[in-house]
């Protein structure tokens, strides 16, 4: 499924139709064409400050925005990579801490798809050079890139010699790509996912994860120890202490000394700033002190992920006092996510959901199955999707989220309103509330 792109700036659009013109117009995963691309550009990916690299099926973006909260909060000048965009194509590039501007995207577009010519180079790979040849030529102290797919052949994986790299929570996604039969690879799935992802790990880099399973730790040590690298891994080398809606975060060298109150919801978010502290505790270079990390951790936002949306057009069509919660959950490790954070809360929950052809509708119906009031499919627009028929016999169609808001009758008092199933969905959901990514 290929990534979608429309601006309001013609400029900007004009490139991105010529993107979508030129490019295979679907995900493509190898390294070779990206070094073609960037040497042509002269190797941008040479010239990068301080990098933190982010792989994880789930949460990397996550905690890309709590690295760059708490980096920007000790008074560092940040940059950041991320996809996919929500609203906007300019969320995906952040240069100094400011999305950038149109005219910039506009112009760095148009010389990478110049350099691009002759390469079928696809969409992500287009993307990511533009990415890494502004932040080559625009003063910063720290970069921060989240992998796109996988890890060892992601487009991303140019980057030679990143300071950190970190791994978020691990699940089976993008079985087409990541499970495609390869001589050498571990033959359990889980197993091979970590050890795609852990194909970031570089010589000379500091590593981060989480704790898995033993069978997964095992692979992603084996890999960085190939590379003379050891891990600094949830559980025997730190560790997230939550306290209700706060955390300690402690390690035997040097714990985080406040309590820490995340703005993000949810006790995976408490794991995805922990790791996020874990990679700034084993980067070289400066650190942010102990008050950046507390005020990088509650101000730190990443829309779409469990969300509580405002007012606005949306959430103007329910009753009000409605709690209306959005998240981008399309596969079981984030179903999971939704499961746990929904757990212990009386209220029955109204779904709108709306998944992509490849993605399976289970994930999220089956963990959610004995709390759901009523489930309520819609497209998700300019992409091949699932119809109420793939969710059970109790599921209607709608044509559009706000035709499915209008239908539901949801008792403030006693049930809440859940949109999940597609980042892109999520997209089009804060666009239509007006509540756009800053």
């Known amino acids: 499924m290929p990534d979608h792109a429309h601006s309001s700036d013609p400029a900007v659009q004009?490139?991105?139709?010529?993107?979508?013109?030129?490019?295979?117009?679907?995900?493509?995963?190898?390294?070779?064409?990206?070094?073609?691309?960037?040497?042509?550009?002269?190797?941008?990916?040479?010239?990068l400050p301080r990098v933190f690299h982010v792989a994880g099926t789930n949460g990397k973006g996550s905690t890309c925005a709590f690295l760059r909260?708490?980096?920007?909060?000790?008074?560092?000048?940040?940059?950041?990579?991320?996809?996919?965009?929500?609203?906007?194509?300019?969320?995906?590039?952040?240069?100094?801490?400011?999305?950038?501007?149109?005219?910039?995207?506009?112009?760095?577009?148009?010389?990478?798809?110049?350099?691009?010519?002759?390469?079928?180079?696809?969409?992500?790979?287009?993307?990511?050079?533009?990415?890494?040849?502004?932040?080559?030529?625009?003063?910063?102290?720290?970069?921060i890139i989240e992998v796109g797919l996988g890890g060892r052949l992601d487009a991303t994986n140019i980057i030679p010699a990143p300071a950190v790299c970190g791994i978020a929570s691990l699940g089976i996604d993008h079985e087409a790509f990541l499970l495609a039969p390869e001589a050498g690879t571990p033959a359990d799935p889980l197993e091979r996912i970590a050890w795609e992802k852990a194909g970031i790990f570089k010589r000379g880099a500091a590593l981060a994860t989480l704790a898995y399973p033993d069978a997964v730790t095992r692979v992603i040590a084996d890999q960085a120890r190939a590379v003379g690298g050891t891990l600094f891994r949830e559980g025997?080398?730190?560790?997230?202490?939550?306290?209700?809606?706060?955390?300690?975060?402690?390690?035997?060298?040097?714990?985080?000394?406040?309590?820490?109150?995340?703005?993000?919801?949810?006790?995976?978010?408490?794991?995805?700033?922990?790791?996020?502290i874990a990679m700034l505790r084993i980067a070289p270079g400066?650190?942010?002190?102990?008050?950046?990390?507390?005020?990088?951790?509650?101000?730190?936002?990443w829309p779409g992920r469990l969300h509580r949306l405002g007012p606005g057009p949306l959430t103007a069509l329910l009753l009000p006092g409605t709690e209306a919660w959005?998240?981008?959950?399309?596969?079981?490790?984030?179903?999971?996510?939704?499961?746990?954070?929904?757990?212990?809360?009386?209220?029955?929950?109204?779904?709108?959901t709306g998944m992509l052809a490849n993605k399976a509708p289970a994930a999220i119906i089956a963990l959610l199955a004995n709390r759901?009031?009523?489930?309520?499919?819609?497209?998700?627009?300019?992409?091949?999707?699932?119809?109420?028929?793939?969710?059970?016999?109790?599921?209607?169609?709608?044509?559009?989220?706000?035709?499915?808001?209008?239908?539901?009758?949801?008792?403030?008092?006693?049930?809440?309103?859940?949109?999940?199933?597609?980042?892109y969905l999520a997209g089009e959901v804060l666009s239509a509330n007006r509540e756009p990514p800053e």
């Open 326 to 352: 959005l998240d981008g959950a399309h596969n079981a490790d984030a179903g999971l996510a939704l499961a746990r954070h929904f757990e212990g809360d009386g209220r029955r929950l109204h779904l709108v």
């Open 286 to 301: 400066p650190l942010p002190g102990d008050d950046a990390v507390a005020r990088g951790t509650a101000s730190a936002f």
């Open 69 to 143: 909260a708490m980096l920007e909060a000790s008074g560092r000048r940040v940059h950041a990579y991320t996809s996919p965009h929500l609203v906007r194509f300019n969320e995906r590039i952040r240069l100094a801490g400011m999305l950038i501007d149109d005219a910039q995207l506009a112009a760095l577009l148009a010389e990478v798809l110049d350099g691009a010519e002759g390469l079928q180079a696809s969409f992500f790979e287009v993307t990511t050079a533009a990415a890494l040849l502004a932040f080559a030529r625009t003063p910063a102290d720290d970069c």
């Open 14 to 47: 004009a490139q991105l139709d010529r993107l979508a013109a030129l490019s295979p117009g679907r995900d493509v995963l190898g390294l070779e064409r990206i070094a073609t691309l960037c040497d042509r550009l002269d190797n941008p990916q040479d010239r």
């Open 236 to 276: 025997d080398g730190w560790s997230v202490e939550p306290e209700g809606n706060a955390f300690r975060w402690r390690s035997a060298a040097a714990s985080v000394a406040p309590l820490l109150h995340p703005r993000m919801t949810g006790p995976h978010q408490m794991r995805n700033a922990g790791l996020a």
């Open 372 to 423: 759901l009031a009523s489930v309520t499919v819609v497209p998700v627009p300019g992409h091949e999707h699932h119809g109420a028929a793939a969710f059970g016999p109790q599921a209607r169609q709608a044509a559009s989220v706000e035709e499915a808001i209008g239908a539901l009758s949801v008792d403030p008092a006693r049930e809440m309103l859940l949109i999940a199933g597609s980042l």
